[in-house]
T-cell receptor
Framework: GAVVSQHPSWVICKSGTSVKIECRSLDFQATTMFWYRQFPKKSLMLMATSNEGSKATYEQGVEKDKFLINHASLTLSTLTVTSAHPEDSSFYIC???????????FGPGTRLTVL | DQQVKQNSPSLSVQEGRISILNCDYTNSMFDYFLWYKKYPAEGPTFLISISSIKDKNEDGRFTVFLNKSAKHLSLHIVPSQPGDSAVYFCAASAGQGAQKLVFGQGTRLTINP
């Protein structure tokens, strides 16, 4: 149980375009999902916390207008990277929270490359 | 301010021996700790967790020890297997129902045959 999927697993796009990444909890309902970014050989950096039916809470330094998060249902959250630039190239990982403790189960990640 | 620290970026262990990964934290409000395993280009996989009311939690080959006074936790893997080679992250959260996990920098574990 506690499977989280992400789509796409990798994407290459041109600078200036927008890219949408989906995160789904497959066998449980997740009221809270999280979006992380990982730079090479670095830890996971929390970008935002997404609560179903409400606005996402962004971490300091993360641009809300650039990284649009929508959590329309208990099993789906989306991250849209708007007007992507090469510096947005990274590995984006979502997670979904299970239970009252903060056990998070992670998706497989999405590799974004902006040319 | 790195609230969760894994001071060893890498660790190499012989197959069959014990692997010990260490993690230190500074925030005394942390009361729940988790270990994740991550392969390249994949999302982290949850391994084991421990609440601050315990000092040990065991699950198969994996045991997590928590020393609250030292603000230190460790993950023991025994016996180590080649498939254990991965990056291991410790993470911590504060308060039941807490929203955030704070991650350490990770330790790359290599198991040598």
């Amino acid at each position: 149980g506690a499977v989280v999927s992400q789509h796409p697993s990798w994407v290459i796009c041109k600078s200036g375009t927008s890219v949408k990444i989906e995160c789904r909890s497959l066998d449980f309902q997740a009221t809270t999902m999280f979006w992380y970014r990982q730079f090479p050989k670095k830890s996971l950096m929390l970008m935002a916390t997404s609560n179903e039916g409400s606005k996402a809470t962004y971490e300091q330094g993360v641009e809300k207008d650039k990284f649009l998060i929508n959590h329309a249902s208990l099993t789906l959250s989306t991250l849209t990277v708007t007007s992507a630039h090469p510096e947005d190239s990274s590995f984006y990982i979502c997670s979904a929270r299970l239970g009252t403790y903060n056990e998070q189960f992670f998706g497989p990640g999405t590799r974004l490359t902006v040319l | 301010d790195q609230q969760v620290k894994q001071n060893s970026p890498s660790l190499s262990v012989q197959e069959g021996r014990i692997s010990i990964l260490n993690c230190d934290y500074t925030n005394s409000m942390f009361d729940y700790f988790l270990w994740y395993k991550k392969y390249p280009a994949e999302g982290p996989t949850f391994l084991i967790s421990i609440s601050s009311i315990k000092d040990k939690n065991e699950d198969g080959r994996f045991t997590v020890f928590l020393n609250k006074s030292a603000k230190h936790l460790s993950l023991h893997i025994v016996p180590s297997q080649p498939g254990d080679s991965a990056v291991y992250f410790c993470a911590a959260s504060a308060g039941q129902g807490a929203q955030k996990l704070v991650f350490g920098q990770g330790t790359r574990l290599t198991i040598n045959p």
